[in-house]
């Protein structure tokens, strides 16, 4: 990126985010129940613990005991001020209501439902490598900077956007710590999960992972618009500087046309803000595992070149990195408007 580039970017710092909603999972304690387990994540009712019954029977053990070391499935919260999103068939009526997601960080974990432009959108989430996998890893000042950290960071900040228009949205890669950062360099640690499950280091276990993740809660989803998006920061030659840049699904005329609206939509600002820069970003087929295993039309997202020191300005300051998540989530927006002139 230019130096300019980055007078673009900080335009676009304050821009709208949105609505989230997310399937929530948590492990019980030592001798802890089922009513002790739900009151202590904040689903005390009689409603939560049938409902809880139902998303974990198979996990369950004799007489519907909890077994330690189990991730089980949290039902969604309800009737408070805080917690988890609600279901699109009633995001509209949400509109000024605050709820709240840990996974952003303390800072920015409560979140107020700004519109209902993304209302019956479905979208899962899913940031690059993780766990004992950090992927490609850049240097700057004598610090490294790791793909999978910079990557989770920016769909985070997209997550958040996206709910707060009205959308559902599954974040498939978590870390319960980390949160939606500011920081320049962001320390790297291996507690990712594949919402709650331990990553394999293997790549393709790994990968069909996230896809059977996503298959899974795509199946019980009742949304005719579904869109998942893998977030990575690329690597090359440290001199290569790059655009931001898509593939899309070789089958998919779904997936080529999210591809191009998304990078459309930075053209576009390009040219708004810095007539005569350009943007050379690409949108190309390719048949990539996740692309051709995962149910939703999917797209794959390169955020730059993590060696290339103007790319690097991309990541390393959060202003730039809440910036992507701005114009990923507008792209997302612009598709869905398309989608529903054409499926009224």
């Known amino acids: 990126m230019r ?11 304050c821009l709208s985010v949105s609505l989230y909603a997310q399937e929530n999972t948590a492990k019980p304690r030592k001798g802890e129940g089922i009513h ?22 198979k996990k369950l053990g004799k007489n519907n005991s909890l077994q330690l ?28 209501k605050t709820y709240r997601e840990p996974l952003f960080g303390k800072k920015l974990e409560e979140y107020t ?4 432009r993304l209302k019956g959108a479905c979208f899962y989430l899913v940031s690059g490598h993780g766990g004992p996998d950090c992927g490609a890893i850049g240097k700057v000042d004598g610090k490294e900077l790791h793909e999978d950290e910079y990557a989770y960071d920016i769909m985070l900040r997209l997550a958040r956007n996206l709910m707060m228009e009205g ?8 870390d319960a710590k980390d949160g939606i950062r500011d920081d320049k360099y962001l320390a790297n640690s291996k507690r990712e999960t594949c919402m709650g499950d331990p990553i394999p280091l293997n790549q393709k276990q790994r990968l069909q992972q996230r896809c059977d993740k996503i298959n899974a809660l795509s199946k019980k989803s009742n949304a005719k618009y579904e869109r998942a998006i893998f977030i990575h920061l690329d690597s090359r030659s440290k001199k290569q500087q790059v655009d931001v840049f898509f593939y ?8 080529k046309k999210l591809a191009n609206t998304l990078r459309n939509t930075f053209d576009e600002h390009y040219k708004k803000h810095q007539p005569g820069r350009g943007f050379t970003g690409t949108v190309t087929s390719r048949s990539l595992y996740v692309l051709n ?5 999917s797209v794959y997202a390169e955020l730059g070149n993590i060696q290339n020191s103007f790319d690097q300005r991309r990541f390393l300051m959060s ?26």
Do not use: C, M
Request: aromatic fraction near 10%.
């Open 293 to 297: 295993n995962a149910k939703p039309v």
């Open 319 to 344: 202003s730039n990195r809440q910036a992507l998540a701005n114009w990923l989530a507008r792209g997302f927006i612009k598709d869905y408007e398309d989608y529903k002139k054409q499926n009224p």
């Open 113 to 116: 439902i700004e519109s209902d």
């Open 3 to 13: 130096g300019v580039d980055l007078l673009v970017f900080f335009l676009f710092v």
């Open 69 to 96: 070391g189990v991730t089980y499935q949290l039902p969604a919260l309800s009737g408070s001020k805080t917690g988890a999103a609600p279901s699109t068939s009633t995001a509209s009526t949400q509109i000024g």
């Open 167 to 174: 959308a559902t949205v599954h974040i498939i890669i978590q």
């Open 248 to 255: 899309y699904a070789e089958k998919s005329a779904a997936s």
């Open 36 to 57: 002790a387990f739900l009151k202590r994540n904040g689903r005390d009712s009689k409603e939560h613990y049938q409902q809880f019954i139902e998303l974990n029977k």
